[in-house]
């Protein structure tokens, strides 16, 4: 089992753009600076929140390296490798290996539906071609399929797959992976929502977009909830909410971009097939939710 501590707060990465639409590694460090700032305890690079999907190869691998050095070990490093190809998710695995990040996130394949037998072989084949920590990435609704709790149970036997990034928004399926999964398996939820409710499982924590501009509050419903303060740890996060829910009224990462750049912190805007938010649409959006943002 992994010996990384990646902590209660990975937050899932926007990628910066500059004005013609390129990779800006200047705001990306300086996004990491502010991501360190406010309390994540892990960086996920590269993943749905960093439109993986329109960055290409040699743009990932910029990306890692860019992070890799200027982190340079004070949070471990997650990079977003699965595709749904396996032998692209494995050279994107090898890749990232070359880049010295700390662990790799791999999503189930999307689109082409596998079957259960065909996860099991993904993921087994991709584990056998890294030394990396593998968390596992389940959500259905945007891949098609999903991985059942049986196939889970047979990937957690494998030695570096050591947690999952749980998606499908349902507390009861979070519940029975808790009761079957080894106690060291790292069990994160996917949506900001089901934070705290994660947390008094006993799972690790959340994989969370929210912490972008929540991240101090979301680290402080973790350490009252660890300091059994249990009632005000749910009063913070029953105030954080209505945000949880708000930053994802448009696709994700278009709202919490347009946050972003109102906060101070321009990462551009998004690739198509994604749309940035219009200026109304970002005004209403950081009037609905500036009152909880992190100052």
């Known amino acids: 089992m992994c010996d990384l501590n990646f902590g209660p707060l990975i937050t899932a990465a926007v990628t910066p753009f500059d004005e013609c639409g390129q990779v800006d590694l200047r705001q990306l460090e300086k996004l990491i600076t502010h991501l360190l ?37 004070r949070v471990p490093t997650i990079a977003g490798v699965g595709t749904n190809n396996t032998k692209a998710t494995i050279h994107n695995a090898k890749l990232a290996e070359e880049a010295e990040v700390d662990a790799l996130l791999v999503v189930v394949p999307y689109y082409n539906k596998p079957s259960q037998k065909g996860l099991l072989k993904h993921f087994k084949l991709v584990a056998e071609n890294t030394d990396l920590p593998i968390i596992l990435y389940n959500i259905p609704s945007r891949c098609g399929t999903g991985l059942t ?26 519940t029975k992976l808790k009761l079957l999964l080894p106690e060291d398996f790292l069990l994160y939820s996917g949506d900001d929502a089901l934070y705290l409710d994660t947390l008094k499982l006993g799972g690790a924590g959340v994989v969370s977009v ?23 740890s749910e009063d913070l996060n029953t105030r954080l909410l209505p945000f949880y829910q708000a930053i994802f009224t448009y696709p994700n990462p278009s709202p919490v971009k347009a946050l972003l750049a109102k906060y101070g ?19 209403a959006l950081w009037e609905e939710v500036e009152d909880v943002i992190d100052q």
């Open 210 to 232: 929210s912490s972008h501009l929540v991240g101090k509050k979301m680290m402080r419903i973790y350490d009252l909830l660890v300091a059994g303060w249990t009632l005000e």
């Open 37 to 73: 700032d406010h309390h994540s305890t892990s960086i996920l690079l590269t993943g749905t929140t960093g439109e993986a999907p329109t960055l290409n190869a040699i743009e990932k691998l910029r990306i890692w390296e860019r992070a890799v050095d200027f982190i340079d070990g």
């Open 265 to 283: 912190i321009d990462v551009g805007g998004v690739r198509l097939p994604l749309a940035s938010l219009e200026e109304h649409e970002a005004d």
């Open 149 to 174: 709790i049986q196939t889970i149970l047979e990937l957690a036997k494998i030695p570096n797959i050591i947690g999952i990034k749980e998606s499908t928004g349902d507390m009861a399926l979070l």
